[in-house]
């Protein structure tokens, strides 16, 4: 019979903080720009220049301390990491090592089995490294400092998970938690959140661990749960040809969905770390720690709970509008314009989920803004517009964010409320289609419907519907 | 001499400072960080046990910069001193993924 | 009129009395230069045309009225390892000998500010690490007093010169001794001011923890001129201190009554020439008979100095010069294969075998294992040091002794043993270990003709008791210039 394997999985996640500029220096951390125009002789390491530390970045990582029950240190320092690289200007990475600004936390998962406690060993800043561009005409690789120096944040998870489900509800959570905070916008795909997978396996029921890899280079929750799925059964291979796992850093190729050592004769991962002596010590006072943990804006459960209580709306529709952080800011500020909350909700549930799902979008990636969405309710609220057109609007909006009021009146697509001309219209129909006239009055009631869509017809859609309905069965009458 | 540099220690030395020194060098190299070292062992003479490292000498802390952007885009003068450069950015030897 | 036998001071007030214009006082400095600079190679730069051109802005600038300091048109050189916007800046290494700042370091600022007119930038031992300007890599400097002899290190080029008269005064920089040493080879006075002063924007770092610039000039009255036109709380460096007291020329008063001052015992031991000996004990004498309370006392752990800096600032150098590796700036080599043999190359051919030596060393104390038993325990030993002298300052206003064991040694004598060269500093490294504020002031010449520096070193922020002591010893001696 065949070993039983168990994956022990840590993650290392990197999270790009929404300052509005770096980590050290007055530059800014734009996303984007060409090569080099965000930079300056501190983030490029000119000789001479020297750090000061953006405050905004020690409460950010403060606030995702304090949300993911982590012990918050008082007393902080910087060390240098020392390595060789070119994205790393100064070489050697400011970061933290001996002192790292939260410990001991967790966050709760929901799994098949049950909620689960993923527990934070650590959560420490440091500043991003520059981009490496290939040239692929000369051979030679291109160094951008534009994001060299940008504020990032740490989270070292505790080897607690054990299968790419898990790790992916654990991101998710994480993710959720740092949004709603303000801190990232946590777009893998951008780059603003990373993960590195350490991974490594055992036999059911063994009390230690295996010898784990590193895996890096991973930008999406699919490449994660395959570089997973793949090293487990490169590892378990090994293992059951009789050979050892080795320690070390891996790179996941998505494509080839294949990962390589990134071992080199060169490197020899013995960082120097010791204190930066450019940098002071940071000092968390009580008081200060106090006034972060009261502006520590409203989670995800807070918010349910608001909710539930504010708005006459299904917890079905609670959880996933607040299961976004934008989604439910979109919500929040369509209500404050004057919409009606089961409406918005309403608009979210449906048509949105519809949309994002065609596209292949994330909610995060929602970009209409609420007060298009809140003049489309006030549109349908005034009978200006009917559903099907309200429907037709709204695809403008949630594609280009058009404004409905300007888009209606450009396209005439407001309901006519003459009713005069509806009544004159209507008697057409009717003296056009005897045949469902018949129908009607011999008790096919649902023959109407036909003669409401003629009308319609007719009106290019610019109808209300009960409205016909009205006039119809009163000259059927 | 107390300290015996051995030749792996000074090619690994030589890895992490991205030195590369010629034999003689690293004859001279052995011998020259053998004799300080020997000369450091003196600290071994002081009890320390009861002393915290003291990095900095005052206790400044918490000096911060409010999180303001103050540089615009300086991209020339920060390229024009690099040793090879193409289009706004600096050129270094191809890099192994 | 000789303008540069002038101290910076003087020759100040003359611009300003209008005695003498900005521009006949830096064409004087550019003559001395091309005079003498051939014999005593001070300089990696003279910047002859930027300096006449400053010389006639600052000269509107005086006309107008809207310059009136002190040093407003006198001529000043500055350490190599300060950065200078567009002029080369080279912490004479082949590694940056086509290095130009796009910025000036703040203390340079400052004294733009001030008015000052750059002549060019000073030779000084690579990267601030010797302690005789030997290690430069565009040659030694020489010892105005004797040219066989060195300058010391590794402000050597600024303190030569000062000394050589080739402008009326200069900025060094000290890590381990680096200004006074030189100082009191050269017969000059040097400040190196308490740690966090003058800011470190700027300045080319060797062992950040340590280096402070200051300044280097023919008298006491020059140097708390200049060190209060550098000095400034600088948020761009954040190990800069916030002063009250900027006003250093404030204690320029000839008064020492009821001063205490310390003479360490441990200081007077084997290997201080007698001589040295015998001029920094008559100078006490001459405190003493000028009022000051003079007492030895035992400062405790003198010899540990040494062995804590070395592993302290070559781990923070070894971090520090990194970032040289052929990418951003400076000197990249010409054929190399793949990206790690190019670094390895440009930094083997680009630093000289000092600086190579102290970052194999800084590399080798921070590498895996070795942290803890190296630097953690420098770390240590530094904390207990700075105790001693919190408890001498208890005692004493000020603490008084030789800057170096000897006067200025031959040239080509100290870099066969680095370690005598190192012990070299047995007086000055523990200054800087404590942050405190410490300077050279000449009280003599030994039987050779070469001039011996005393040593005075204050409390944290102490900086004006020091001054005060020194000046009011200056009252009692002539400067002596080497130039006949």
Known sequence: MSKQYETVIGLEVHVELATKTKIFCGCSTEFGGAPNTHTCPVCTGMPGSLPVLNKQVVEYAMAVGLATNCTITQFNKFDRKNYFYPDNPQNYQISQL?????????????????????????????????????????????????RSGVPLIEIVSEPDMRSADEVIAYLEKLRLIIQYLGASDCKLNEGSMRADVNLSVREVGASEFGTRTEMKNLNSFKAIA????????????????????????????????YSYAMRSKEDAQDYRYFPDPDLVPVIISDEWLNEVKAKQPELQAEKKERYKKEFDIPEYDIDIITGSKHMADIFEETISLGANPKKVSNWLMVETMRLLKEHEMEPEDIKFSATNLAKLIQLTDEKAINSTVAKEVFEQIFNEDIDPVAYVEEKGLKTVNDEGALRSTIEQVIANNPQSVEDYKSGKK???????????????????????????????? | MANIISDETIEYVGILAKLELSEEEKEQAKKDMGSMLDYIDMLNQLDTSEVEPMSHVFSVNNVFREDVVTNGDDREDIIKNAPAQKEGSFKVPKTVD | MNLMSLTAVELGKKIKAKEVTVLEATKAALAAIEERESKYNCYVTVDKEGALKRAEEVQKLIDQGELTG????????????????????????????NFKPTYSAEAVVNLEKAGAVIIGKTNMDEFAMGSTT?????????????????PGGSSGGSCAAVAAEECSYALGSDTGGSIRQPSS???VTGIKPTYGTVSRYGLIAYGSSLDQIGPVAKDVTDCATILEAISSYDKKDSTSV???????????????KGMRIGIPTDYFIDGLDSEVKEAVLQAANTLKEKGAIVEEFELGLVEYAIPAYYVIASAEASSNLSRFDGVKYGYRTESFDGLHNMYKKTRSEGFGAEVKRRIMLGSFVLSSGYYDAYYLKALRTKALIKKEFDKAFEKYDVILGPVAPTTA?????????????YLGDIYTIAVNLAGLPGMSVPCGTDSKGLPIGLQLIGDCFQEKKIIQAAYSFEQTRTYKRPLN
């Open chain 1, 446 to 477: 649902k023959a109407i419907g036909f003669l409401v869509g003629q009308t319609m017809k007719e009106m290019k859609g610019k109808a209300d519907p009960s409205m016909i309905n009205q006039i119809l069965v009163e000259l059927l009458q």
């Open chain 1, 98 to 146: 001996y002192l790292p600004i939260c410990r001991d936390g967790g966050i709760e998962i929901d799994t098949p089995a049950g909620k689960k406690t993923i527990g934070i060993h650590e959560i420490h800043m440091e500043e991003d490294a520059g981009k490496l561009i290939h040239d692929e005409w000369e051979d030679c690789s291109l160094v951008d400092y534009n």
């Open chain 1, 226 to 257: 395959r570089a997973i799925e793949g090293e487990r059964a490169r590892q378990i291979e090994l293992l059951e040809e009789g050979k050892q796992v080795i320690q070390e850093t891996r790179r996941w190729d998505d494509n080839k969905e």
């Open chain 3, 134 to 150: 030997e290690t430069s890599y565009y040659g030694e400097t020489k010892n105005p007093w004797n040219e066989e002899r060195v």
């Open chain 3, 185 to 187: 080879f050269c017969g």
């Open chain 3, 242 to 256: 916030k002063r009250e007291d900027y006003d250093f020329t404030s204690a320029l008063v000839d008064d020492v």
């Open chain 3, 70 to 97: 002190p040093l407003a048109g006198v001529p000043v050189a500055i350490k190599d390892n300060m950065c200078t916007k567009d002029m080369l800046t080279t912490c004479s290494s082949k590694i940056l000998s």
């Open chain 3, 409 to 421: 040694p031959k040239l080509g004598d100290s870099l066969s043993d680095p370690i005598k060269m």
